[in-house]
């Protein structure tokens, strides 16, 4: 019996319920009510495509990257939104891809080799990540990248930025759990500022994003599925689920 309730309170704390109260404070609107996509669109032009894509499954937004239609594949929310806080758990189900991960430094630049080539480590991995206000540059990148989840790509890559916007937007410490682990972004938005933290640590603070639209909706990202010639997934496929999105406008 006493083994019995060991591994009762066991699955008590390791299992999470699909859907939580918002974070505490006033002002939390829901974006996804757990049962519909109700408040989120796609911009490919068949519908019947579109909804195979996203769907709910057990109160999550599960992604089935399989599909692969032509266009913009993300899944966005109806409404734009300025300045916010943004609360999102997200989980990456399985990574079948494998992909040649850059070591990524501290200033958002890659190390190199004798020859000046990028020193990189084979990994298993996916990808996804959340548009900041509809804009793909201020993606906050999920991953299995070493650097961790929570960078800006497309600003540390952005060789026209200055340097402290590349350092800004390159994560401090990874604080990603595991493949089928469910993981709690916060991302606050305020004028071209971006501050994530991940897991109750901070990822980015205050980072700097310049020529950030000031308004413009949330969108999950589709960033790649099943490579259909080569019979096989590619190491960037949208393996991924979301629940429990609420958005603060400040």
């Known amino acids: 019996m006493r083994n019995v309730l060991l591994i009762f309170v066991i699955a008590a704390i390791t299992v999470s319920p699909a859907w939580a109260e918002p974070p505490k404070g006033d002002g939390w609107q829901t974006l996804f009510n757990g049962k519909d996509l109700s408040g989120w669109t796609l911009k490919l032009d068949d519908p019947k495509v579109a909804e195979g894509i996203w769907t709910v499954k057990d109160g999550v937004i599960d992604c089935q990257p399989k599909l692969q239609p032509r266009g913009d594949k993300s899944l966005y929310t109806k409404r734009a939104f300025g300045d916010y806080q943004l609360h999102v758990e997200w989980l990456i189900k399985d990574t079948p891809g494998f992909y040649d991960a850059p070591v990524v430094l501290p200033d958002g630049s890659y190390k190199l080799d004798g020859d000046g080539k990028r020193i990189t480590k084979r990994i298993a991995n996916a990808d996804s990540g959340i ?13 299995r990248w070493p650097i961790g989840s929570g960078e800006v790509y497309g600003y540390r890559n952005d060789a026209k930025q200055s340097a402290a916007v590349r350092a800004g937007v390159t994560p401090k410490v990874n604080a990603d759990r595991g493949v089928g682990e ?69």
Do not use: C
Request: net charge positive.
């Open 131 to 143: 548009y900041n206000r509809g804009f793909s540059k201020a993606q906050v990148n999920i991953w």
């Open 182 to 250: 469910w993981n709690t972004f916060l991302l606050t938005m305020k004028g071209d500022r971006l501050t994530v933290v991940l897991n109750d640590k901070k990822v980015l603070d205050k980072a700097q994003l310049p020529g950030i639209p000031s308004r413009g909706p949330i969108a999950l990202q589709h960033h790649g599925g099943f490579d259909a010639k080569a019979k096989k997934w590619n190491g960037a496929s949208s393996l991924v689920q979301f629940r429990n999105i609420y958005i603060k406008e400040l």
